[in-house]
C-alpha cells in the first residue's frame, strides 16, 4: 500500500506549523518498501478565511487534503483531529525534522502497529 503523508513545514526541513494555522503542506508518497519522495507542495490561503479554529477553515484544510492517509503537524487540536479521522485521516503531533519523522514513520509502519493506518 502506498501513502501519501502531509506535513506542516514553514521551512520545508521542520515540521513545525499548527494544523489550524498551516497554510502550506508539503505532500510524500511513501511506498511499501519504506522509500519517500516529496511530490507537491500544497498552500492554503488562510487570508482568504478567518485563521484559526473555525470549523468552516477546518473543513476547507481537510478537504484540500482529504486524498491524504496521514498528517504530520507540531501540534492538532481534538476537534481537528476527530474531523480528519471521520474522514479517514491518521493526524500526529511531531515537532522534528522532517527527514527523522519520516524515517521514525517508516519504522512505525514497518513494526505492524501502523496496522491501524491501513
Known sequence: MTWKIAIG?????NINQHFGRCDRFLIYRM???????IIEDRSYDRQAEAAGHDTHT??????????????????????????LYER??????????????L???????????????Q
Open 31 to 37: 511506498e511499501p518498501e519504506g522509500s519517500y519522495s
Open 9 to 13: 513545514s514553514a521551512d520545508g526541513i
Open 58 to 83: 477546518l473543513q476547507n484544510t481537510a478537504a484540500l487534503l482529504a486524498d491524504c492517509s496521514i498528517i504530520l503537524v507540531s501540534h492538532i487540536g481534538p476537534g481537528a483531529r476527530a474531523l
Open 103 to 117: 524515517e521514525r514513520l517508516v519504522h512505525f509502519l514497518r513494526s505492524g502497529r501502523g496496522a491501524i493506518l
Open 88 to 101: 479517514g485521516i491518521q493526524s500526529m503531533a511531531v515537532e522534528a525534522p522532517i527527514e527523522q519523522a
